[in-house]
């Protein structure tokens, strides 16, 4: 890893000056350019190189310790939306909001992979009564690969609800459309939790939508605009959360632009709800999402 500032056509790991006062990695190789913050293991930034960026990142982030970085991949864990027992706790867990230090890396012509660690303190256990070590492995080449594992290293059992909440670039969400979940079905957060089953082959964009689908399937962004599909593969995860806040919640969110909302889509694979996961002391369990990009 290099502490130079080379221009991000330098292929390797760099570490380079980032927003506010936390640290950034550059990857650069043959097939894409992405970056990361140590801060919450958060991946910021990932371009194929004969692709406009995949992951969309608001204007209005905030970089700062304690808060989420607004776009890219957040790491939601050990829960999923608010804490099931403690409303002052913050939403969707303390993962994306702690420093993690990097373990491994590994720069082949055409991917970059970096390892991260982040693992129980008193501070974690504080918020969260169970000691574990948490791995991320970062793959960007051809395709961006966010491996998050899970090591129980305590005594007991623990139960966890995850997300690796992916925030995808489109050009307008009211002309994009996902495929592949057909059938399944689905919590909808903004119809206070009603469980519905998608109609229909395809999911399309009128209003705010916030679904956590029941599912272990890919599905595909299209975007007619950009002319090209964003396939998310995803593996150890029972479901996918499709989320766009829409005009008065992006509003609401001083992080997020008000005029951004049409041009993001959340994919998320995620371990949520009837998904949640019990991990076994000394056991381990890994929630993993592939993103591909291809002309329409
Ligand atoms: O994944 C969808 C969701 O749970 C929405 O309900 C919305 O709250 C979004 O996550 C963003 O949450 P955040 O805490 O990052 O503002």
Known sequence: ?????????????????????????????????????????????????????????????????????????????????????????????FARLNEWRVGGVEQQREHTRVTLHLTSSPATLDLWPHDFALALEITAGPTLAVALTTHNTGADPFTITEALHTYLTVADIGQVSIEGLHGARYIDQTRSGAVLTQDGPTVTFIEETDRVYQTTAACTVIDPVLGRRIHVAKSGSGSTVVWNPWIEKAARLADFGDDE????????????????????????????????VYPL
């Open 261 to 292: 909302w049409p041009g993001i889509v959340c994919i998320e694979a995620a371990n949520a709800f009837d998904a949640a996961i019990t991990i076994a002391p000394g056991d381990s369990h890994t929630i993993r999402t592939e993103i591909s």
């Open 1 to 93: 890893m290099t502490n130079t500032t080379p221009s991000l056509d330098t292929p390797g790991v760099h570490t380079l000056p980032g927003n506010g006062d936390l640290t950034r990695i550059v990857l650069s190789n043959t097939q894409s350019v992405g970056e990361l913050y140590l801060h919450g293991a958060h991946m910021t930034r990932w371009q194929p190189r004969d692709s406009e960026p995949v992951l969309w990142l608001s204007d209005s982030a905030v970089f700062t310790a304690g808060k989420a970085i607004r776009g890219g991949v957040p790491l939601c864990w050990p829960w999923f939306g608010p804490h099931p027992a403690d409303a002052s706790a913050k939403a969707h867990g």
